[in-house]
């Protein structure tokens, strides 16, 4: 992730407005109730529902889901972070989890290494982003897999995928590799501990949501330790409400992405039609947990949203449309983060198949998009500053802080 600067005055708060204390309701919250919680949620990885793909896949007979995960917890990197927002980065840093995996997989995506269910393996970017690009090829087919196992209903039986299946729903992982970044909850709940250790304002889950289970129950066996910080949920926005409200009581801070108003975009670049209205869905769930933004005395987020939007090249309308849907719902009650660090990434480049993308965005197009908020009355935000496109930013997948 790229760092974040309050370059206009319209896109700063006061001082009043960030360093009110607020306490983190999630220490309040009885060890009764973690119980009931993560006794829930282990029961559902047999046919898992958990994000709005809906595979229905038996994740713990070693089946993947959409996401290319099985039951198992895989950790990519675990370290400080000070790249995101400043009230999540502050001073000190963000402790940032980044895992394996992703039930979107858009194609553009620039944590490409991981998102991807090969991570660990021998397998290059290269080809990865290849498996990325088939799926969206075959994005009729998948749209109509998530038609036909609506949430709440059992899916059909899962089949067995081959290398060229639009998707990985019902293959076996066989990956032995993938091993070297498997860890127990109880590791989780340690490394949550250390980055405590170390400093960090917050913990902050990168691409979580299949994973929330595992999650669940190590903020319970941390908290039993005396763990004691914010948790940040840092997500796609492609979520189901009712996985939302498992994280009742466990999530502070909301960091969601919202990346498309047009579900012809949404179905072109993440194979997902349905995402703007799964995304806004999801988004009122998160606020009916957290509401509006608060913060501690040193201005670091303790409760709230940052609505994340990633502007794509000459795609205006669309980001326009996005900031539009968010402020009229919300007004300034949650953050948004406006971004321009889009980077073809180079292995996407070498395909070409989507040319619209093979470029960054212009300073035009930006200004133009932070003009049109500050027009329609947005001053709770940040946006980026120049210098910010480039693929050194993505930070080294190399199992760092994971043991």
């Given at each position: 992730?790229?760092?974040?600067?309050?370059?206009?005055?319209?896109?700063?708060?006061?001082?009043?407005?960030?360093?009110?204390?607020?306490?983190?309701?999630?220490?309040?919250?009885?060890?009764?109730?973690?119980?009931?919680?993560?006794?829930?949620?282990?029961?559902?990885?047999?046919?898992?529902m958990?994000?709005?793909?809906?595979?229905?896949?038996?994740?713990?007979?070693?089946?993947?889901?959409?996401?290319?995960?099985?039951?198992?917890?895989?950790v990519?990197?675990?370290?400080?972070?000070?790249?995101?927002?400043?009230?999540?980065?502050?001073?000190?840093g963000?402790?940032?989890?980044?895992?394996?995996?992703?039930?979107?997989?858009?194609?553009?995506?620039?944590?490409?290494?991981?998102?991807?269910?090969?991570?660990?393996?021998?397998?290059?970017?290269?080809?990865?982003?290849?498996?990325n690009?088939?799926?969206?090829?075959?994005?009729?087919?998948?749209?109509?897999?998530?038609?036909?196992?609506?949430?709440?209903?059992?899916?059909?039986?899962?089949?067995?995928?081959?290398?060229?299946?639009?998707?990985?729903?019902?293959?076996?992982?066989?990956?032995?590799?993938?091993?070297?970044?498997?860890?127990?909850?109880?590791q989780?709940?340690?490394?949550?501990?250390?980055?405590?250790?170390?400093?960090?304002?917050?913990?902050?889950?990168?691409?979580?949501t299949?994973?929330?289970?595992?999650?669940?129950?190590?903020?319970?066996?941390?908290?039993?330790?005396?763990?004691?910080?914010?948790?940040?949920?840092?997500?796609?926005?492609?979520?189901?409400?009712?996985?939302i409200?498992?994280?009742?009581?466990?999530?502070?801070?909301?960091?969601?992405?919202?990346?498309?108003?047009?579900?012809?975009?949404?179905?072109?670049?993440?194979?997902?039609?349905?995402y703007?209205?799964?995304?806004?869905a999801?988004?009122?769930?998160?606020?009916?947990?957290?509401?509006?933004?608060?913060?501690?005395?040193?201005?670091?987020?303790?409760?709230?949203?940052?609505?994340?939007?990633?502007?794509?090249?000459g795609?205006?309308?669309?980001?326009?449309a996005?900031?539009?849907?968010?402020?009229?719902?919300?007004?300034?009650?949650?953050?948004?983060?406006?971004?321009?660090?889009?980077?073809?990434?180079?292995?996407?480049?070498?395909?070409?198949?989507?040319?619209?993308?093979?470029?960054?965005?212009s300073?035009?197009?930006?200004?133009?998009?932070?003009?049109?908020?500050?027009?329609?009355?947005?001053?709770?935000?940040?946006?980026?500053?120049?210098?910010?496109?480039?693929?050194?930013?993505?930070?080294?997948?190399?199992?760092?802080?994971?043991?």
């Open positions: 992730m790229i760092k974040i600067t309050d370059k206009k005055d319209m896109f700063r708060r006061t001082t009043s407005e960030t360093q009110h204390e607020a306490k983190c309701e999630n220490l309040k919250v009885s060890l009764r109730d973690l119980d009931s919680k993560a006794s829930t949620a282990n029961k559902a990885l047999a046919n898992c958990l994000c709005p793909r809906c595979c229905g896949v038996n994740r713990l007979k070693g089946q993947l889901g959409h996401c290319g995960s099985d039951a198992r917890l895989r990519a990197r675990a370290a400080l972070h000070h790249w995101e927002e400043p009230p999540i980065s502050g001073w000190r963000s402790g940032t989890i980044f895992f394996v995996g992703c039930p979107l997989h858009c194609v553009y995506c620039q944590n490409i290494q991981i998102s991807a269910s090969d991570f660990g393996s021998q397998k290059s970017t290269a080809v990865v982003s290849e498996t690009l088939h799926m969206v090829a075959h994005c009729d087919d998948l749209d109509s897999q998530v038609a036909l196992t609506a949430c709440g209903s059992p899916s059909s039986k899962a089949t067995t995928a081959t290398s060229s299946s639009p998707n990985l729903q019902g293959t076996m992982l066989t990956h032995e590799s993938h091993d070297a970044h498997v860890i127990s909850e109880q989780l709940a340690n490394i949550f501990l250390n980055l405590e250790k170390q400093g960090a304002h917050n913990i902050n889950l990168v691409t979580p299949h994973y929330l289970y595992s999650i669940i129950a190590a903020i319970k066996l941390a908290r039993l330790e005396g763990f004691n910080l914010p948790i940040v949920y840092n997500t796609s926005g492609y979520e189901r409400p009712e996985s409200a498992l994280l009742t009581n466990f999530v502070d801070v909301f960091l969601t992405d919202f990346k498309y108003a047009s579900a012809a975009l949404a179905k072109r670049y993440s194979c997902a039609s349905d703007p209205e799964v995304a806004f999801a988004l009122q769930a998160m606020y009916a947990q957290t509401g509006a933004c608060t913060f501690n005395s040193d201005g670091i987020m303790t409760k709230g949203i940052i609505v994340r939007h990633l502007m794509l090249p795609q205006l309308q669309d980001s326009k996005v900031i539009k849907k968010v402020f009229q719902e919300f007004d300034n009650n949650v953050c948004l983060s406006l971004m321009n660090q889009y980077t073809p990434m180079p292995q996407f480049l070498q395909k070409n198949r989507f040319p619209e993308l093979c470029r960054t965005v300073e035009y197009e930006y200004d133009e998009l932070i003009e049109y908020a500050l027009d329609l009355g947005v001053s709770n935000s940040f946006m980026q500053e120049e210098g910010t496109v480039d693929a050194s930013f993505v930070p080294a997948f190399d199992g760092t802080g994971v043991y």
